[in-house]
């Protein structure tokens, strides 16, 4: 699936159908479809008619394109989610969380503490949404995808705090090693744009799912991403 071609059909749909280059769009068509005796008749009576035609076809493939598109990044978070299950959800899960509790956790500040009590209440949130997505019924569903994206999606964000809680539980050392441990996150975001700002260029000429998921994991370590990043990896098809 090459994304930037995609990209290209959806700026020529949503351009205004005064601006459209007709040529374009029948070479698009043509790229799509293989067809070069419909190219050759397209490009023989360029009219009105013709032109509603390839935005119709264009249309239609492009629904398809972007549902494909978004059926993959389902299944690449559907995997995330299995790993994560292995890790978090498996049954002696309740003897890691006895194993990581500090020996001086009565001690800790209150909301130090409070992190250790929420992820005890998050792993369980975390059981229940995977039982669901594991007993969701996709037979009938119109598109089984969108059924599972929103349990996923949680999944996955649940993870992300589950891990931030216990990286500031098992690192807190007071108020200065509070400061040393923003500082730490503070760099390791700035080394994860670097990362990815290197990366970028490398995945435009071949994009792979290997460089796609490092790059999403630095992109997961930065702190506040700026719009242009976001963007950036938007349109390279990342996010």
Not at 198 to 207: D, Q, R, T
């Given at each position: 699936?090459?994304?930037?071609f995609t990209k290209q059909v959806q700026e020529w749909l949503n351009a205004p159908a005064s601006q459209r280059d007709y040529n374009a769009g029948a070479m698009m068509l043509l790229k799509l479809t293989g067809n070069k005796i419909m190219h050759h008749n397209l490009m023989l009576r360029p009219c009105e008619k013709n032109m509603l035609?390839?935005?119709?076809?264009?249309?239609?493939?492009?629904?398809?394109?972007?549902?494909?598109?978004?059926?993959?990044?389902?299944?690449?978070?559907?995997?995330?989610?299995?790993?994560?299950?292995?890790?978090?959800?498996?049954?002696?899960?309740?003897?890691?969380?006895?194993?990581?509790?500090?020996?001086?956790?009565?001690?800790?500040?209150?909301?130090?503490?409070?992190?250790?009590?929420?992820?005890?209440?998050?792993?369980?949130?975390?059981?229940?949404?995977?039982?669901?997505?594991?007993?969701?019924?996709?037979?009938?569903?119109?598109?089984?995808?969108?059924?599972?994206?929103?349990?996923?999606?949680?999944?996955?964000?649940?993870?992300?705090?589950?891990?931030?809680?216990?990286?500031?539980?098992?690192?807190?050392?007071?108020?200065?090693?509070?400061?040393?441990?923003?500082?730490?996150?503070?760099?390791?975001?700035?080394?994860?744009?670097?990362?990815?700002?290197?990366?970028?260029?490398?995945?435009?000429?071949?994009?792979?799912?290997?460089?796609?998921?490092?790059?999403?994991?630095?992109?997961?370590?930065?702190?506040?991403?700026?719009?242009?990043?976001?963007?950036?990896?938007?349109?390279?098809?990342?996010?």
């Amino acid at each position: 699936m090459d994304n930037n071609f995609t990209k290209q059909v959806q700026e020529w749909l949503n351009a205004p159908a005064s601006q459209r280059d007709y040529n374009a769009g029948a070479m698009m068509l043509l790229k799509l479809t293989g067809n070069k005796i419909m190219h050759h008749n397209l490009m023989l009576r360029p009219c009105e008619k013709n032109m509603l035609f390839i935005e119709y076809q264009l249309k239609k493939r492009l629904d398809f394109r972007l549902r494909q598109m978004t059926h993959e990044q389902v299944e690449e978070m559907q995997l995330q989610v299995e790993t994560i299950a292995k890790k978090v959800l498996t049954p002696n899960s309740g003897e890691k969380f006895k194993a990581g509790k500090r020996d001086d956790h009565d001690s800790l500040p209150d909301e130090i503490q409070a992190l250790y009590v929420e992820n005890l209440s998050i792993v369980q949130k975390m059981r229940e949404l995977h039982l669901k997505l594991r007993t969701l019924s996709l037979e009938n569903a119109t598109c089984p995808d969108s059924e599972r994206y929103p349990f996923l999606k949680e999944l996955i964000t649940l993870d992300k705090k589950l891990h931030s809680n216990w990286e500031v539980y098992d690192h807190y050392t007071g108020a200065d090693g509070e400061k040393v441990l923003t500082e730490d996150l503070r760099e390791q975001s700035r080394q994860a744009v670097r990362m990815i700002n290197l990366n970028k260029g490398k995945y435009a000429k071949k994009p792979t799912k290997e460089l796609k998921s490092k790059i999403l994991t630095w992109y997961g370590q930065v702190i506040n991403p700026t719009d242009k990043l976001t963007a950036d990896l938007k349109s390279l098809g990342i996010l």
